[in-house]
């Protein structure tokens, strides 16, 4: 699925699979920690996770949610042809887990003071899709 031609020749959009099942679990209010358990490669239960744990007040938890969203997004990133920068487009809502979880990231590592991680993943985050930097926000 592409959104548009590339007419500068930079990197393709990576689009990540949908996992049909584990979104709908998540949409009909299984909780995020069941759905990750049962999909461990379902980013979007993680970022659900980190922004439960953020919204209580638990920034390391957060954080370990988050890297575990984040790293099993780019592990299915890769195994989708992505090289390592361009485009992950917002708008293919498989994407939203892994952008989601990069988001939280960012947001718990200037939590706790890791100040260049929180600018590395906000970075991160606008290359891969302004829109989703925006919405973010």
Same mark, same amino acid.
């Given at each position: ?8 020749? +930079? #990197?393709?959009?990576?689009?990540? #699979?949908?996992?049909? !099942?584990?979104? *709908?679990?998540?949409? &009909? ?9 049962? =999909? ?7 970022? $659900? ?7 209580? +007040? ?12 984040? =790293? ?16 992950? #487009?917002? $708008? =293919? $809502? ?6 989601? &979880?990069?988001?939280?990231? +960012? ?5 706790? +003071?890791?100040?260049? !991680? ?15 930097? *925006?919405?973010?926000?």
């Amino acid at each position: 699925m592409m959104t548009g031609e590339n007419l500068l020749g +930079g #990197p393709p959009e990576t689009f990540l #699979p949908d996992d049909p !099942e584990a979104r *709908e679990a998540l949409a &009909s209010g299984v909780d995020p920690a069941t759905v990750a358990a049962a =999909h461990p490669a379902f980013s979007l239960a993680w970022a $659900e996770l980190a922004d439960r744990a953020f919204a209580a +007040g638990d920034a390391v938890t957060s954080y370990a949610f988050a890297r575990t969203g984040y =790293h099993r997004g780019l592990d299915q990133l890769r195994r989708s042809g992505w090289k390592g920068q361009g485009p992950i #487009p917002w $708008e =293919h $809502e498989p994407n939203q887990g892994f952008l989601r &979880s990069l988001n939280a990231l +960012g947001r718990a590592a200037e939590a706790i +003071g890791e100040t260049d !991680e929180a600018t590395r993943c906000a970075q991160f985050l606008r290359d891969s899709s302004q829109t989703a930097a *925006e919405k973010l926000r």
